[in-house]
């Protein structure tokens, strides 16, 4: 083809090549004054046939109604500062996830169903561990008052919610207890359950209806709440006391847009799973058609109750440390630094105080910005123990090889729990999990199973640290396939489970992880130490493979060199039958 | 190896082996229960133990002190509801983001760095723009007051900010003037650059400084602002008049904990790919180490200026619907339906209070909930025009190619702007272009640049809808290698950019788009438009390649075949000569 009919083609795909790209640098000037002018009549043209032709709403004929024309086609007048000021505006809270519910975990209806059931049986096994009791949680997904609504109900055995509580636990977004405090639980930032009712409320218009008990002896407490959006505070539709046969307990009831759904990310995944990190936990699950389903538990025992822990000196920033000096009830610099923080003994705080060059007995309200900066670089150079362990629980090995092997059919499963580690001050624990061959997919990328906090991560997996640090294992050291920059291929399932007063999660919907280089490299070690041990096996399945196919290969000739014997040696036939027997015993014992 | 040695082998890497993982179904309930008792032992051991050897601080040795002692080894009391009611509180938005931090693209120094002149820049642009002024803006990252802070400064040209909205915006969260509109721009959520604020307070305890002028014949005002996180509201340190020999602008100045640091996701990197997508932008950067950098502007001309647009009523929700019945200003519902929404006309509006059987002069504040209902569904039965795009400026084909040839050197490029689009009732529109071959790597992954506004996104690329789309197309229809879930590979870069009222992004750090399946498939429509293109290009230049070698291939014939004719047919040694030329001839013809 010929240089002017290559340019042609060219030109007509409207692509453009460009061989000399240097010498084009000139025109690029020429080009993007050109090219401003084009797009903005472009803009212009296109705004008035263009979405007709690509939008997959119901559409009209694109006839401009007369007085919508008048509306847009003025002139548009540049803003002045005091323009813009008129605009300023408070947002609050409950609106900016409104208009971001994506950021809440409700992006679409068949999330937002597994998001608010999420939201609501987190916070009951939270309640009920903390207050130790075994922990009976029912789920219900019954239809709703439309077709494409459906009204879930969350009902445990909890210890109940005080009545004066219960308006903000449910309709205020940023309220509860776990955010101001380092321990390990399920919920951590005081929005996930105000969110759902938000969500409801926003797609049906109904209230949230939440009942709960705190003792036999007492009444329950029925509310139905709205949450004010524009306020960011609960609006109370019912206030009633009413009977409730129970001993305890709290039932929330959310009627919202959703889709239900089974197989992969889906409710049925998501409490399968619960189950399998959680086996102390029976949960019921009562579909839309009515079918009920049971996880039982497995063990009757509680895990191992976890410690608040105060924040460690060392994750403390120095805008944080001189908040702390402000608020606290200690009176001298050397109290603060043993009460308010992990860690720190009243010897240590002398010695931090010696380090800054500053009176232990000074007040801490009254230390200045300059001394506040010495005292957190003291604090930085002082030798202070790693924070204390007790406030993470682990699901341990045993009980993570025992949830793979319940839910899946492999060949081989091996687990690791890492020993503590410590990102920005809070304590963390990673847990890995491998369940390798059998009848798992061979053909594919492997299948990766996120929790945090006994908590399992259905979505968001390629934003996750966890992924990550599974993407940038290198499989292929252990006798496994993996494509650059992807998952390892073969049937495979990897299990990662962070523990952590503080799980950094990469958004309010906690569905991934964030990319803290501690958390990424723990993971990465948990990785490795399972990869290892999946190698040996794997291996040693190939050798034990590649020696059957040798042996069975010698076992056919065993026979022809009897006869060769026989006759070279003039055996009996009796003779040379038992050497056949004696070969291939020879052969079962060098190759077993 | 024998079977028992075999289990031996495995019992001793602690990996399970189980062949016959159903006989094992069984014995699970004991493990479990076996296993929650020791791991129970073991979380308790290992809290003594293992902290010193996995942590990375420095540590001394792990000696208790005997008063922590005391403080932590008493036995954990249960909580009651109301010990967990005592807990319960209100967060601050601003406590709940500094906690956070990640969320607002402040995980590490390095980072921090570009999101606080990342969140500065979009401010100044978007001021500049709004007010029809062609941007300057000028970036010093100078050395701070300790070896790992930066002062940062961000100065623009724009129309600056009357005196009294200074404090909010810079020193309160969730406050501005782009959340409660619908219009494409930078900024939208009242954010960015009051966290930077926060953050540099956060590490360094330093107020933030702002200058601000907003006419020549006025005097420029000068803040020093901290944030109080507790209530997040602003805390003025210093409010003075002082001279500023400029017309008009905005000056920020933010010190804080940062690292500056070249290469991928650099300051230099955001700034280069800024002056891409905006050439009407002049910036000019000085780099701690006093270099300056200019990116001159390649184009006098602003962007076509967008409109503000009201919401569309197919993309509200009817708990939004409800509000806005609560809150309008029109007296009848026919006027509430034209004046708060788009694409409403009179006559559509009396149309949808008909289907939804309410009458059109009803006063909306008295609209009740079922109503209400009744009028969100009449409204998604409705044929109602889509909404305007006169609010989208895309960047264009022609600017897009420009873009990509000042900046990647190739042998080919691509471009191609998608027609607006809908999801959730916001308009949106899609634009991808492609660089092939030249100087890019030919080995390893493709390279994608992504855009939302005009912004470059440069973290959290694997959340983020736009590669999702690009590791979802199958790549190989366009001659290209690509492994299954990675991105293609080959010397490619994919540049993506996506225009919209609201851009729904991932996080408050907006750094990736929410996975919306109206986006991702615009996105896909794009790419495989490009990718076709593409193939094309790569087609031909592999076929003209196979062509040059059998032309090569012949040609070597071509003085042999002349012989054996001037031996067959007796020609001259001038003949001979003639029929290579001639021969050479008619291969040129039949190839090109």
Same mark, same amino acid.
């Given at each position: 083809?010929?240089?002017?009919?290559? #340019?042609?083609?060219?030109?007509?795909?409207?692509?453009?090549?460009?061989?000399?790209?240097?010498?084009?640098?000139?025109?690029?000037?020429?080009?993007?004054?050109?090219?401003?002018?084009?797009?903005?009549? #472009?803009?212009?043209?296109?705004?008035?046939?263009?979405?007709?032709?690509?939008?997959?709403?119901?559409?009209?004929?694109?006839?401009?109604?007369?007085?919508?024309?008048?509306?847009?086609?003025?002139?548009?007048?540049?803003?002045?500062?005091? *323009?813009?000021?008129?605009?300023?505006?408070?947002?609050?809270?409950?609106?900016?996830?409104?208009?971001?519910?994506?950021?809440?975990?409700?992006?679409?209806?068949?999330?937002?169903?597994?998001?608010?059931?999420?939201? +609501?049986?987190?916070?009951?096994?939270?309640? =009920?561990?903390?207050?130790?009791?075994?922990?009976?949680?029912?789920?219900?997904?019954?239809?709703?008052?439309?077709?494409?609504?459906?009204?879930?109900?969350?009902?445990?055995?909890?210890?109940?919610?005080? /009545?004066?509580?219960?308006?903000?636990?449910?309709?205020?977004?940023?309220?509860? @207890?776990?955010?101001?405090?380092?321990?390990?639980?399920?919920?951590?930032?005081?929005?996930?359950?105000?969110?759902?009712?938000?969500?409801?409320?926003?797609?049906?218009? /109904?209230?949230?209806?939440?009942?709960?008990?705190?003792?036999?002896?007492?009444?329950?407490?029925?509310?139905?709440?709205?949450?004010?959006?524009?306020?960011?505070?609960?609006?109370?539709?019912?206030?009633?006391?009413?009977?409730?046969?129970? *001993?305890?307990?709290?039932?929330?009831?959310?009627?919202?847009?959703? #889709?239900?759904?089974?197989?992969?990310? @889906?409710?049925?995944?998501?409490?399968?799973?619960?189950? &399998?990190?959680?086996?102390?936990?029976?949960?019921?699950?009562?579909?839309?058609?009515?079918?009920?389903?049971?996880? /039982?538990?497995?063990?009757?025992?509680?895990?191992?109750?976890?410690?608040?822990?105060?924040?460690?000196?060392?994750?403390?920033?120095?805008?944080?440390?001189?908040?702390?000096?402000?608020?606290?009830? %200690?009176?001298?610099?050397?109290?603060?630094?043993?009460?308010?923080?992990?860690?720190?003994?009243?010897?240590?705080?002398?010695?931090?105080?010696?380090? %800054?060059?500053?009176?232990?007995?000074?007040?801490?309200?009254?230390?200045?910005?300059?001394?506040?900066?010495?005292?957190?670089?003291?604090?930085?150079?002082?030798?202070?123990?790693?924070?204390?362990?007790?406030?993470?629980?682990?699901?341990?090995?045993?009980?993570?090889?025992?949830?793979? #092997?319940?839910?899946?059919?492999?060949?081989?499963?091996? %687990?690791?729990?890492?020993?503590?580690?410590?990102?920005?001050?809070?304590?963390?624990?990673?847990?890995? +999990?491998?369940?390798?061959?059998?009848?798992?997919?061979?053909?594919?990328?492997?299948?990766?199973?996120?929790?945090?906090?006994?908590?399992?991560?259905?979505?968001?997996?390629?934003?996750?640290?966890?992924?990550?640090?599974?993407?940038?294992?290198?499989? $292929?050291?252990?006798?496994?396939?993996?494509?650059?920059?992807?998952?390892?291929?073969?049937?495979?399932?990897?299990?990662?489970?962070?523990?952590?007063?503080?799980?950094?999660?990469?958004?309010? @919907? /906690?569905?991934?992880?964030?990319?803290?280089?501690? &958390? &990424?490299?723990?993971?990465?070690?948990?990785?490795?130490? =399972?990869?290892?041990?999946?190698?040996?096996?794997?291996?040693? $399945?190939?050798?034990?493979?590649?020696?059957?196919?040798?042996?069975?290969?010698?076992?056919?000739?065993?026979?022809?060199?009897?006869?060769?014997?026989?006759?070279?040696?003039?055996?009996?036939?009796?003779?040379?039958?038992?050497?056949?027997?004696?070969?291939?015993?020879?052969?079962?014992?060098?190759?077993?």
């Amino acid at each position: 083809m010929g240089r002017a009919r290559k #340019k042609a083609a060219a030109s007509k795909t409207k692509a453009v090549h460009a061989k000399k790209a240097k010498a084009a640098g000139k025109a690029v000037k020429k080009a993007v004054k050109k090219a401003t002018k084009k797009t903005a009549k #472009k803009a212009v043209r296109t705004s008035k046939k263009a979405p007709a032709e690509a939008v997959p709403l119901p559409l009209p004929e694109p006839q401009v109604p007369s007085d919508e024309r008048r509306a847009t086609d003025r002139p548009v007048r540049h803003a002045t500062a005091e *323009d813009m000021a008129r605009g300023q505006r408070e947002i609050s809270v409950a609106e900016f996830f409104t208009k971001n519910r994506h950021l809440l975990g409700f992006d679409n209806p068949r999330k937002a169903l597994l998001t608010t059931i999420k939201e +609501g049986v987190d916070n009951s096994l939270d309640a =009920c561990e903390e207050a130790g009791i075994l922990p009976e949680v029912k789920v219900v997904v019954a239809p709703g008052s439309e077709e494409d609504r459906f009204r879930v109900t969350i009902e445990d055995n909890g210890p109940g919610i005080v /009545k004066a509580q219960i308006p903000k636990i449910f309709a205020k977004l940023l309220y509860g @207890s776990k955010f101001h405090r380092l321990k390990m639980s399920r919920g951590q930032q005081g929005i996930g359950i105000s969110a759902a009712g938000m969500y409801g409320q926003l797609t049906t218009g /109904k209230p949230v209806s939440i009942t709960s008990k705190t003792s036999r002896n007492k009444p329950a407490h029925h509310y139905e709440l709205e949450i004010d959006t524009k306020k960011n505070e609960p609006r109370i539709i019912v206030d009633e006391t009413i009977d409730w046969p129970v *001993d305890r307990g709290t039932r929330v009831e959310i009627e919202l847009e959703a #889709k239900y759904q089974k197989g992969r990310q @889906s409710v049925e995944e998501y409490l399968e799973q619960t189950a &399998i990190a959680n086996p102390h936990v029976s949960l019921q699950f009562v579909t839309p058609e009515g079918e009920v389903k049971d996880y /039982k538990r497995a063990t009757d025992q509680l895990p191992a109750e976890t410690r608040e822990i105060k924040p460690h000196p060392y994750g403390v920033e120095l805008g944080v440390l001189i908040k702390m000096l402000h608020d606290t009830k %200690a009176q001298t610099l050397q109290s603060f630094l043993h009460t308010d923080f992990s860690r720190v003994s009243m010897r240590v705080a002398k010695q931090i105080s010696d380090a %800054a060059k500053l009176y232990e007995r000074a007040r801490p309200s009254r230390i200045a910005r300059q001394e506040a900066d010495n005292l957190f670089k003291a604090i930085n150079r002082t030798k202070i123990m790693n924070p204390p362990t007790d406030c993470l629980s682990p699901i341990g090995e045993e009980l993570i090889l025992a949830g793979l #092997k319940t839910q899946i059919e492999a060949d081989f499963y091996t %687990a690791v729990t890492r020993p503590p580690s410590v990102y920005r001050g809070n304590p963390f624990q990673i847990e890995a +999990g491998l369940a390798y061959g059998g009848s798992l997919q061979s053909d594919g990328l492997a299948r990766v199973l996120r929790y945090a906090n006994r908590v399992p991560l259905l979505y968001q997996q390629s934003a996750c640290a966890m992924t990550k640090s599974v993407i940038s294992t290198d499989w $292929r050291n252990y006798a496994l396939q993996q494509s650059n920059g992807a998952l390892p291929s073969g049937p495979l399932i990897v299990m990662v489970h962070m523990a952590s007063v503080w799980v950094p999660f990469t958004s309010e @919907s /906690k569905e991934a992880v964030a990319h803290y280089p501690e &958390i &990424i490299k723990e993971v990465r070690l948990a990785l490795q130490e =399972c990869g290892r041990r999946l190698a040996v096996f794997i291996r040693r $399945r190939r050798k034990a493979a590649e020696s059957e196919k040798k042996k069975a290969y010698i076992q056919k000739y065993i026979p022809h060199v009897a006869i060769a014997l026989r006759e070279m040696l003039n055996l009996s036939e009796r003779q040379e039958q038992s050497l056949v027997t004696q070969l291939t015993d020879v052969l079962e014992r060098s190759r077993s």
